[in-house]
């Protein structure tokens, strides 16, 4: 549990990193296109869900012990 625990913070603060990076101002603009990196980040978050996953179904297992 403790490392999903660290793990969902660390991805919500990328993706909102990610996410803030392109703004140069006040008024948003709509990307034209998917930003360069998106399947890479991608490709990490879902590496991240998995191994949050791994982690929960590691600890429930280690609670029947």
Same mark, same amino acid.
């Given at each position: 549990?403790? @490392?999903? !625990? *660290?793990?969902?913070?660390?991805?919500?603060?990328?993706?909102?990193? /990610?996410?803030?990076?392109?703004?140069?101002? =006040?008024?948003?603009? @709509?990307? !034209? *296109?998917?930003?360069?990196?998106?399947?890479?980040?991608?490709?990490? /978050?879902?590496?991240?869900?998995?191994?949050? =996953?791994?982690?929960?179904?590691? !600890? *429930?297992?280690?609670?029947?012990?």
């Amino acid at each position: 549990m403790r @490392a999903r !625990a *660290a793990v969902v913070p660390v991805v919500l603060l990328a993706a909102l990193a /990610v996410g803030c990076s392109g703004h140069d101002g =006040a008024s948003p603009k @709509a990307p !034209a *296109a998917t930003p360069s990196g998106y399947s890479q980040m991608q490709q990490k /978050v879902n590496a991240a869900e998995s191994a949050a =996953a791994a982690a929960d179904r590691d !600890a *429930a297992s280690n609670a029947d012990r």
